[in-house]
């Protein structure tokens, strides 16, 4: 009895010290999320600045929003020396010394350089937005936005607000993103003429050609507001800023303009001394949503690579702002409208040029005098 008591005792402890081993080890008892509970992400940041109050900023406060929540996990984020795949590989190559798990990358520019580096570096995981490396590698998600639909709902809330019956459009680089925003916008407006009874015409159509020539863009919108315009789309990123600093002087000295901004809720960027704001709304991609659940996905030891996520209105991942103080009580319920619309694809907004003359030859409006292509 006492030999049998005896050979227990050591089979248990044998038992302990070797489950104890594997927890070391990270073995099977180890969870995902407690092996993913540590690691560190990096961020790229795209042409601009990380506080361009747009796309770069988006992303970052969607990593920070995930550093907030998990305090074991670190991030840090490079400006590129230079826009060309070799800066790209170098930023990449410093954050992945400095011990990042995850590389996230803001922008179809980035596509040759995640290309490369997937390919050299399989164990780390790589985010990219508005782009898709080909192939596309097992350990790298790509992320795109319906910016089509974002643009649709801004175009219609343009029409139904405008007092002079002329709006404009000012992207930054003309990029496959900025250009759905543009191209959803024209249809908005041409959507609400058909449906709402309004006679808004696009009056202006441009771009700066750069996301961060702020004075640039200031510019380019002072010369709209003097043609007449009053409200103002910028698919622009910092450039955008300088429309924002022209509407406010204009308001400032007696005009009634406004901009729409984007990305992110731009309205307290507009404000002015007097707690009115410029920014009548903005078109809003949920970019920090993205990477938050992105990396959330990584955390738990689950991240979807090689996969290709497209966020719309049916998954919220593109919209106007909750609340909308420049826009009127029936605005924003005709905009709620069409949105809800747009989710049971009894709408569907044109997401390319040639979709988008088609569809205003349907509804019947000219935009012959604007260049949209």
Not at 159 to 179: D, R
Not at 219 to 234: C, P, R, V
Not at 297 to 312: H, N, Q, R, V
Request: proline content about 3%; aromatic content about 8%; hydrophobic content about 40%.
């Amino acid at each position: 009895m006492r030999k049998f008591t005896s050979m227990f005792v050591i089979i248990m402890v044998a038992v302990v010290m070797l489950t104890a081993c594997q927890k070391d080890k990270g073995g099977s008892d180890s969870t995902s999320e407690t092996t993913q509970e540590k690691f560190k992400v990096g961020m790229m940041i795209d042409s601009g600045t990380i506080d361009d109050k747009s796309f770069n900023q988006g992303t970052w406060e969607g990593i920070k929003a995930y550093m907030k929540d998990h305090k074991g996990v670190k991030g840090q984020h490079v400006q590129p020396s230079g826009e060309t795949t070799a800066d790209y590989l170098s930023a990449a190559d410093n954050l992945m010394m400095a011990g990042n798990n995850v590389i996230v990358a803001p922008g179809f520019k980035f596509e040759e350089a995640i290309t490369e580096l997937q390919t050299a570096n399989p164990d780390i995981s790589f985010v990219i937005l508005e782009g898709e490396p080909k192939p596309l590698g097992e350990n790298t998600l790509s992320i795109f936005f319906a910016e089509q639909e974002a643009g649709f709902l801004s175009g219609v809330a343009a029409a139904l607000q405008s007092q002079t019956g002329k709006v404009g459009f000012i992207g930054g680089m003309q990029i496959p993103a900025v250009e759905r925003f543009g191209w959803g916008y024209v249809a908005g407006v041409a959507y609400a003429n058909a449906t709402f009874g309004t006679n808004v015409e696009v009056a202006d159509y441009q771009y700066q050609g750069t996301f961060h020539d702020v004075q640039g863009g200031q510019m380019m919108a002072g010369g709209m507001y003097d043609k007449g315009i009053d409200i103002i789309f910028s698919a622009a990123a910092a450039v955008g800023n300088g429309v924002i600093n022209e509407a406010k002087a204009r308001t400032e000295n007696g005009e009634n303009v406004y901009v729409i901004g984007v990305d992110v809720d731009q309205y307290d960027e507009g404000l002015m001394s007097d707690g009115h704001s410029v920014v009548l709304t903005s078109a809003i991609k949920q970019v920090g949503t993205a990477v938050y659940d992105a990396l959330k996905a990584y955390g738990e030891g689950k991240f979807p690579g090689g996969k290709i996520i497209t966020m719309d209105a049916k998954t919220d991942g593109i919209g106007l702002p909750e609340k909308n103080p420049n826009l009127s009580t029936e605005t924003q319920e005709k905009v709620d409208q069409v949105l809800a619309q747009i989710k049971t694809e009894e709408i569907t907004v044109p997401a390319t040029a040639d979709a988008l003359e088609s569809y205003l030859s349907q509804v019947g409006y000219d935009a012959s005098t604007i260049n949209y292509k």
